[in-house]
Structure formats: C-alpha cells, structure tokens
C-alpha cells in the first residue's frame, strides 16, 4: 500500500513503501521513480554522480533535498540487486 502525501505535482501523491522521499507515479516522469516534491528521478540522480558531479551541487543545481540522496541510493541499490 502507497503512502499519501501532498505534493504540488499533479498525481505524484504515490509514496514507495519502505521510503519516506521516493514516490512513482504514472504521470510522474512515466512512472520513474522520483524524489518527492520534485520533479528529479533516481536515475538521474545516478547520472549526475556518475558524470562527476557531488551530492551537494546537485542538491543545488536541480532543487533535490540532501536528506533524500541516502534513501535515492538504497532504492537503487535494491534495484540493482534485483528487489525494492
């Protein structure tokens, strides 16, 4: 069961269970997994670091909170192990 939360995109209100900042929703960024409030997907999360940017000049450059990167990597560490 999804969490509600309040959100100021439209139909971003689905809360991923087990985390308090990842929601997914279809009319979120076609159901990626995203960080709540933003309009940011984990993947791209992934992609910044990977291009060399810190956790702080992306929480900076695109608005992302630092209290949300710890939870964005372990739901992409579960995903890379295959579960969520």
């Known amino acids: 069961m999804t969490q509600k939360i309040k959100s100021d995109v439209p ?5 991923v269970p087990g985390y308090q900042w990842i929601v997914m929703h279809p009319e979120l960024l076609g159901g990626q997994a995203a ?4 309009r940011i997907s984990v993947a791209h999360i992934l992609e910044c ?3 060399g940017m810190g956790f702080k000049e992306i929480s900076e450059e695109y608005g992302v909170p630092p209290e949300s990167f710890a939870e964005a990597m372990r ?7 295959g579960r969520r």
Request: net charge neutral.
């Open 11 to 15: 139909g971003t209100e689905s809360l």
């Open 35 to 38: 960080i709540k409030g933003t």
């Open 49 to 51: 670091l990977a291009g």
């Open 75 to 81: 739901y992409a560490a579960k995903l890379a192990e």
